[in-house]
C-alpha cells in the first residue's frame, strides 16, 4: 500500500472523507509547530547570552545599556508567538469545562512570564526568562514529535483510500477512454489491465486472471477470477486483462465501507481513553493544589519569594501529562490499523477492548469452522414412483435460485450429471425446516429431519450411514420419495485455533442447524465444549444468553443476516462475512475472510491493545508522582532541586518513551500472526 497524496477522488458529493480533511489539518498543525519550534529557539539563544543567571554560571559578562529590555524584548515575543498554542489551548480546555494539558503549560509559562516581567520593571528578585523559554522550545518539540506521531494513525485510513486508483479505461463500443473514477456509473464496461488496480467493484464479463486482494481481505494467495466472478476496488490485477461491469461506485463500495468502519472506529472513545482524559484532569488540579501549596510552604518556612516562586513554576512546569495524553490515543489509532491491515474491521472499540475478556465464544458452523462448501455424497430413491436421479432433478428445481449451501450442493451435482433443471411455481419457504414448490405437476417439498420429525414421517434407516454428513429429505405429493446426503468439510485451520482457544481458556461451542448427528460428528472431531444441534435462527438469540447467565463474557460469530440478533445479543459479536458482506450491522467486529484463527488473533491483540494502554498510563503517572515531589523541593535538605529545565526535558522523555511503546503494538501482532 503507497502512500500518495491524491485522496480526493474518492467521493462524490465533493466532501473528502473526514479521515483526509483531519490529516491536512494535521500537517498544517506539524508545520506551524515545526516553525514556531525553530523561531523560538534561534531567538533563545541571545536570551539564554543576556540571562544574568546563565551569565553567572559561566561567569561572562555581556551587560550593557538596556540589556533587560532586549531579553524582556525577545522573551516577550517567544512567550506570545512560542506559547501560542498553548495559551490557545488554555481557553478551549476551559471553555469546555475540561482543564488538561494545556492548561497546566499554560498557567506555568504565564506564572514564569509575568513574574519575570514585573523583575525587570523593578520587582526584587530572580528573572526566569531562560527557563521560560527553553520550556517553551522543549515543549513545541514535544508537541511536534507527539504530532507527527499521532499523523501515522491516521496515514492507516490514507493508505485505504489511495488504494484506490485515479482513473479506469471504460470501454465505449470498440473504442476505450480514461475516466477518473469518481465519474464511473453503475453498469459501466471497464477494462482492467495486467497490473492495473481494480477501479471499482464489480463483476467479470470477460477475461480470467488472478487478482491480489490481501490488501483488502488479508488473503495472501491471489485468487483466481473467471467470468461472474466479483472483484473488489483496490485488489491489484496478475497477468489477465479483465472487461468488468461495475456493481458499487464510491460511496457503496466494499472499500469505502471499510473506510466509514475505520473512521467509525476511530471516533468511538473507548471507555480506556475516558480514563486518560479523567487521569490528565484529575493531575491538573493535583499540579494547582501542590503548585500553590509549594509556594505557600517555602514562604511559610521563612524562604524568600523568588526561591518559592521558582519551586512553584517548576511544579507546574513538570506535572504537564504529555505523556498521559498520548498514552491511549496512539494504542488506538495504531491498533485499528493495523487490525484493518489483517482482515479485522473494527466498528466498536469498546468491544474490541473488551475482546480480552471473552470465555466463551459460539461458532456459527458453515463456513466457520468448516469449508462451508457441501457436495452430494449419496442419494436414493424410497419409493417405485421415482428413480434416484428423478428425485434430485425435482429437489434441485426448488434449491436453483438459492444461496443456501445444501442448494448450491445440490445443483452443483445435476449440472455435473448434466441433467436439466425443471421450473419451478408457487415457491415458499418453511421456516427453518425447507422449501416447497409445484414442479412439473408434482408438489415437491425439500425439507430436514426435523420437519419429518414434526410430521410424524418415519425416517428410513439407509438414510444416515457417515455421521458427519447433512441429510435432507425430498417428500413429492406429501409422500416421502427419497433423500439426499451431503456433507461439509472441517477447515484445516480450525483444529489448531480451537486448540490455540484451550489453551487461552476460551470455552469453544457451535450452534448449528444441522442434525445431531453432525454436529456432534463434527464436535468430537474438533473437541468442542459443546454443541447445540437443529437450532433455528431465532434460538441463536437464546443460546447466547443462556451461556451469558452462566456468568460467561461470550462473543458468537455468524455470517447471515439470521445471526443479527444474536451477534447483538454477545458481548462482542463478530461478523464472519466473505469480501463485500460487510451487511453486518449489528456486528461489533468484522472479520474478512471466514478463518477462525483470525478470531484467536483478534483476542490476543485485544489483549495487547489494553495491556499497552496500561502499561502508557502506568508509566506517565508513575512519572509524574516521581518529579513532582523533587520538583517542589522535597529533597531540598539534601541539596538536589529538579529545575525547571530538567523537569521539562524528563518530561519530553516520557512522552516519547509513550510513543515508542505505543509503536511496540505493531510488533505484537506480527508475532502472533
Not at 506555568?108 to 528573572?127: D, H, N, R
Not at 473467471?226 to 472483484?231: A, F, H, L, S, Y
Not at 454477545?570 to 449489528?586: F, L, Y
Request: aromatic share 8%; net charge neutral; charged share 20%.
Amino acid at each position: 500500500m503507497k502512500n500518495k497524496e491524491k485522496i480526493h477522488h474518492h467521493n462524490h458529493d465533493n466532501n473528502p472523507p473526514h479521515g483526509h480533511m483531519g490529516h491536512d489539518h494535521h500537517k498544517m498543525m506539524i508545520e506551524d509547530f515545526k516553525k514556531r519550534f525553530w523561531v523560538s529557539t534561534i531567538l533563545s539563544v541571545p536570551v539564554l547570552l543576556l540571562s544574568p543567571m546563565i551569565q553567572e554560571f559561566f561567569s561572562f559578562q555581556l551587560i550593557f545599556k538596556g540589556n533587560l529590555y532586549v531579553l524582556f524584548a525577545l522573551s516577550s515575543f517567544i512567550f506570545f508567538y512560542g506559547g501560542w498554542p498553548f495559551l490557545k489551548g488554555l481557553f478551549s480546555e476551559i471553555k469546555k469545562g475540561a482543564p488538561g494539558m494545556m492548561t497546566l503549560i499554560a498557567i506555568a509559562i504565564t506564572v514564569a512570564y509575568v513574574y519575570s516581567s514585573a523583575v525587570v520593571f523593578g520587582l526584587e528578585g530572580k528573572m526566569f526568562f531562560w527557563e521560560l523559554v527553553t520550556l517553551i522550545d522543549i515543549m513545541l518539540v514535544g508537541h511536534w514529535i507527539e504530532m507527527k506521531s499521532v499523523l501515522g494513525a491516521s496515514k492507516a485510513l490514507e493508505l485505504l483510500v489511495s488504494m484506490m486508483p485515479a482513473e479506469a479505461h471504460k470501454v465505449h463500443g470498440d473504442h476505450i477512454e480514461d475516466v477518473k473514477v469518481e465519474d464511473l456509473k453503475k453498469d459501466d464496461i471497464i477494462l482492467i489491465k495486467p497490473g492495473e488496480k481494480v477501479p471499482a467493484d464489480g463483476i467479470i464479463i470477460e477475461g480470467e486472471s488472478y487478482l491480489n486482494e490481501s490488501m483488502l481481505t488479508g488473503e495472501s494467495k491471489p485468487v483466481k477470477k473467471t467470468i461472474d466472478d466479483e472483484v473488489i476496488g483496490g485488489a491489484i490485477n496478475g497477468n489477465g486483462s479483465l472487461k468488468v461491469k461495475v456493481k458499487h461506485t464510491g460511496k457503496e463500495s466494499y472499500l469505502n465501507k471499510v473506510i466509514t468502519l475505520v473512521q467509525e472506529a476511530q471516533k468511538t472513545k473507548s471507555k480506556t481513553q475516558h480514563l486518560a482524559d479523567k487521569a490528565a484532569r484529575w493531575l491538573t488540579y493535583i499540579a494547582l493544589t501542590v503548585g500553590i501549596t509549594t509556594l505557600a510552604i517555602w514562604l511559610l518556612l521563612g524562604y524568600d519569594f523568588t526561591f518559592a516562586l521558582e519551586r512553584m513554576v517548576t511544579v507546574m512546569v513538570i506535572s504537564c501529562p504529555h505523556a498521559l495524553g498520548l498514552a491511549i490515543p496512539l494504542v488506538v489509532a495504531i491498533s485499528t490499523a493495523v487490525s484493518a491491515q489483517n482482515g479485522l474491521l473494527i466498528r466498536n472499540r469498546t468491544a474490541f477492548e473488551n475482546s480480552r475478556k471473552i470465555s466463551a465464544i459460539v461458532f456459527d458452523k458453515t463456513g466457520t469452522l468448516t469449508k462451508g462448501d457441501f457436495g452430494v455424497t449419496r442419494y436414493e430413491s424410497v419409493t417405485d414412483k421415482f428413480s434416484k436421479d428423478e428425485v434430485l432433478k425435482l429437489a434441485s428445481a426448488l434449491e436453483q435460485s438459492s444461496e443456501h449451501p445444501i442448494a448450491i450442493g445440490i445443483v452443483k451435482k445435476i449440472k455435473d450429471l448434466q441433467i436439466a433443471i425443471p421450473k419451478a411455481k408457487n415457491f415458499n419457504a418453511i421456516t427453518g425446516k425447507g422449501v416447497e414448490a409445484k414442479v412439473e405437476g408434482y408438489d415437491v417439498k425439500v425439507v430436514s429431519p426435523g420437519f419429518l420429525k414434526d410430521e410424524n414421517i418415519n425416517i428410513p434407516k439407509s438414510a444416515y450411514s457417515n455421521a458427519a454428513e447433512t441429510v435432507v429429505f425430498v417428500i413429492i405429493d406429501n409422500e416421502l420419495a427419497g433423500y439426499i446426503a451431503l456433507a461439509d468439510e472441517i477447515r484445516p485451520e480450525s483444529f489448531g485455533a480451537i486448540k490455540k482457544f484451550k489453551e487461552n481458556n476460551i470455552k469453544v461451542f457451535m450452534a448449528t442447524g444441522d442434525n445431531e448427528k453432525v454436529a456432534k460428528a463434527v464436535s468430537e472431531q474438533l473437541g468442542l465444549d459443546g454443541y447445540y444441534a437443529e437450532v433455528l435462527p431465532h434460538q441463536k438469540v437464546e443460546i447466547v444468553k443462556e451461556i451469558q447467565q452462566k456468568g460467561e463474557f461470550v462473543a458468537m460469530t455468524g455470517d447471515g443476516v439470521n445471526d443479527a440478533p444474536a451477534l447483538a445479543q454477545a458481548d462482542v459479536g463478530i461478523a464472519v462475512g466473505s469480501g463485500t458482506d460487510v451487511a453486518a450491522e449489528t456486528a461489533d467486529i468484522i472479520l474478512v475472510n471466514s478463518n477462525p484463527q483470525d478470531i484467536l488473533n483478534l483476542i490476543l491483540f485485544g489483549k495487547a491493545t489494553y495491556k499497552k494502554m496500561i502499561q502508557n498510563l502506568v508509566w506517565a503517572t508513575a512519572y509524574n508522582a516521581f518529579a513532582i515531589p523533587l520538583a517542589a523541593g522535597a529533597l531540598y535538605k539534601f541539596g538536589f532541586v529538579l529545575g525547571p529545565a530538567v523537569g521539562a526535558v524528563f518530561m519530553s522523555l516520557s512522552t516519547i518513551i509513550v510513543a515508542i511503546n505505543a509503536q511496540l503494538l505493531k510488533k505484537s501482532i506480527k508475532t502472533e500472526n
